[in-house]
């Protein structure tokens, strides 16, 4: 896998230039993971709903074609773009999520922080009382507030095509995270979104963008 570390890109652009990839690539075409940082910006997943935009507050919103409702990007967050030949790693889309939320699972190790997964909700999350704490989630969920206590820092949307993907996975470092407050992140209504910054953890963009490519790219060695 060629990892690139592009840094600051236009959403739409890059968007453009992902399909372009992926409608090229041939058998032999290398994986790539790109690692950029957007500008502000609302992304709609393809079954996203205006109704989960509460106030865009002037801040530009860009139909995707990924799954999932709407998501915020913006300065201070690593966005990963794995571009993989799922049937070359001979894996299908939920070993292919599970392995995205691994490596954003194994990045927040590194900085002493615990994240979970929540069944039925893709992406990675921390207790907002203890997150260097290590017990499991655990006990019911509430049916009014499944994502009680917890706060949502890396989020999960992906396009397959051609048993090609696209898209993938952002995790938040240190952004302003107002932009979330306007929208039902990932469509959940009162979704707190958290950063590392918000944790305690002092981390520059580029450190953080490394090591998650490096988890990133061990997840799909061949």
Request: proline share 4%.
């Given at each position: 896998?060629?990892?690139?570390?592009?840094?600051?890109?236009?959403?739409?652009?890059?968007?453009?230039?992902?399909?372009?990839?992926?409608?090229?690539?041939?058998?032999?075409?290398?994986?790539?993971?790109?690692?950029?940082?957007?500008?502000?910006?609302?992304?709609?997943?393809?079954?996203?709903?205006?109704?989960?935009?509460?106030?865009?507050?002037?801040?530009?919103?860009?139909?995707?074609?990924?799954?999932?409702?709407?998501?915020?990007?913006?300065?201070?967050?690593?966005?990963?773009?794995?571009?993989?030949?799922?049937?070359?790693?001979?894996?299908?889309?939920?070993?292919?999520?599970?392995?995205?939320?691994?490596?954003?699972?194994?990045?927040?190790?590194?900085?002493?922080?615990?994240?979970?997964?929540?069944?039925?909700?893709?992406?990675?999350?921390?207790?907002?009382?203890?997150?260097?704490?290590?017990?499991?989630?655990?006990?019911?969920?509430?049916?009014?507030?499944?994502?009680?206590?917890?706060?949502?820092?890396?989020?999960?949307?992906?396009?397959?095509?051609?048993?090609?993907?696209?898209?993938?996975?952002?995790?938040?470092?240190?952004?302003?995270?107002?932009?979330?407050?306007?929208?039902?992140?990932?469509?959940?209504?009162?979704?707190?979104?958290?950063d590392l910054a918000t944790l305690?953890?002092?981390?520059?963009?580029?450190?953080?963008?490394?090591?998650?490519?490096?988890?990133?790219?061990?997840?799909?060695?061949?």
């Amino acid at each position: 896998m060629r990892v690139l570390t592009l840094g600051r890109r236009d959403y739409a652009a890059t968007l453009a230039e992902m399909r372009d990839f992926t409608a090229a690539r041939g058998a032999d075409t290398d994986d790539e993971l790109w690692l950029v940082e957007h500008d502000a910006v609302y992304t709609q997943g393809v079954a996203g709903r205006s109704e989960n935009i509460l106030d865009a507050h002037g801040i530009p919103l860009v139909q995707s074609d990924r799954g999932g409702q709407v998501t915020y990007h913006g300065p201070g967050q690593v966005v990963a773009y794995p571009l993989v030949d799922l049937r070359r790693q001979h894996i299908y889309v939920k070993e292919y999520v599970y392995r995205l939320e691994h490596a954003a699972l194994k990045l927040l190790e590194a900085f002493g922080v615990t994240g979970h997964r929540v069944a039925g909700a893709p992406g990675v999350y921390v207790r907002l009382d203890d997150p260097f704490g290590h017990a499991a989630l655990h006990g019911p969920v509430s049916a009014d507030d499944p994502f009680r206590g917890l706060g949502k820092i890396a989020a999960l949307g992906i396009k397959v095509s051609k048993h090609c993907s696209y898209h993938g996975v952002a995790l938040n470092v240190d952004m302003d995270l107002s932009p979330f407050g306007t929208i039902n992140p990932c469509g959940y209504a009162g979704l707190r979104a958290v950063d590392l910054a918000t944790l305690g953890v002092r981390a520059d963009w580029h450190t953080v963008a490394q090591r998650l490519g490096q988890h990133l790219a061990a997840q799909f060695a061949r």
